[in-house]
Structure formats: C-alpha cells, structure tokens
C-alpha cells in the first residue's frame, strides 16, 4: 500500500498526514482519531487498509500537534478538532487530491473523533462535499449542539458490550434528521478487541462509504 506522508496547514499549525489517493471516481475517507491516540493508532490503520482494498481513499492524519496532545483541554476540545477536519477537507479538495463534487469525502470517527466528525460534517463549509460518516465506538453526544445540522448518511457501530456509548449513540441518534443506522457488534467491548470485530468494522463501514 502507498501512502505519501502530507502537511496540512490549519489556522497557522502544521498537522502531519499520510494519504493513499482512491480509485479514481471512488470516494476518499478522512480519518478523526480518538482521545489519546494519533494517526498510528492501529485500530485506525487496520480499517484504513480495507478501505483502501475496497478502492477508497484514506486521509490519516492528526488532529493536534504533539505538544497540543499533551494539553487535556485541547484533546476534548471538540469545536477545535472539527475545524482541524474541515481544515484538512479544505485542503484536499484545493490541492485537488479529491473530486470537489457533492458527496466525494467521507468521515470515520473513533470515540471523540465521531464527535468532532459530526460536528465538521454540519459546518457549511463543507457540508456538500462530505457525503457519509462513520462512527466507531462513537461519541455523537459530544456534537449534540450540530447534531440536527447533520445532513450526511450516518452509520454508528457500537460494541454489544460497550452500554454506556450504545446508551449515548441511540440518544444521540434520535436527535438527527438525516439517514441513520445503527449496528450493534454482539460481544465486542470499546475498542473492538475481540477476535472478528474490528473486520467486521471494517466491512460495514467499506459498504457505508461505497454506498
């Protein structure tokens, strides 16, 4: 697999990234890692690899500098890491690593990342251009004030043994107005551990995207 290691410039600071291009026509899907984790995180990179296989384009890259990520303030600081996300989507699109038309760039958030992918999902400028979410392991709840601005089909996979966030997932859900679904992973724990889960993550959000 080829990934470019990319600068993305947002609001003065420079953010790190590594970016496979997708198959020409097919969507291009942009990573919001969770709290504590970063472009590495290898939950992330396994699902970016069968993105890729599924012909997709993936964005890695991570939403605070390395001195940012030590400030807990900043890690939960989700308005900020949702204009790191349209930083980057802004970004794509004028470096022309991405169609411009409606629906060509995808979310997949993990954890606070699902938060801050929703939020950038519903900010105007970008709202046509992101087409789908996906949130793994999710935190919508933490996007609640732009939940209802959301116009992008979400997809929300939770694992059957995480109930505090399928608790927040089906709050969050009945909040929105556009298409929703919710997937439930039997067994699986917060961070998909458990033999099977994170593939079985990895294929519905592959269909998500490709749909």
Not at 161 to 170: F, K, M, P, R, S
């Amino acid at each position: 697999m080829l990934w470019t290691p990319v600068q993305i410039s947002a609001a003065g600071i420079s953010l790190d990234g590594e970016l496979a291009a997708p198959t020409p026509g097919r969507r291009l899907v942009v990573f919001a890692h969770g709290s504590g984790s970063s472009r590495h995180s290898p939950r992330n990179r396994a699902v970016a690899e069968r993105l890729v296989q599924a012909g997709l384009g993936v964005l890695l890259f991570d939403l605070l500098t390395d001195a940012e990520s030590t400030d807990r303030r900043l890690v939960f600081d989700i308005p900020l890491l949702a204009e790191r996300l349209v930083c980057a989507t802004n970004w794509l699109t004028g470096q022309g690593k991405v169609d411009t038309g409606p629906g060509a760039v995808g979310y997949f958030g993990a954890s606070t990342g699902a938060g801050a992918a929703l939020w950038a999902a519903a900010d105007p400028q970008v709202a046509d251009v992101v087409g789908a979410v996906v949130s793994r392991g999710g935190r919508p709840d933490l996007a609640e004030p732009r939940l209802g601005a959301v116009s992008a089909p979400t997809l929300m996979i939770v694992g059957g043994e995480d109930q505090d966030v399928l608790a927040l997932n089906n709050q969050a859900r009945a909040l929105m107005r556009c298409p929703t679904d919710l997937v439930v992973i039997p067994g699986a724990t917060h961070l998909f551990s458990e033999p099977g889960a994170l593939e079985r993550v990895a294929d519905l959000a592959a269909d998500w995207f490709r749909q």
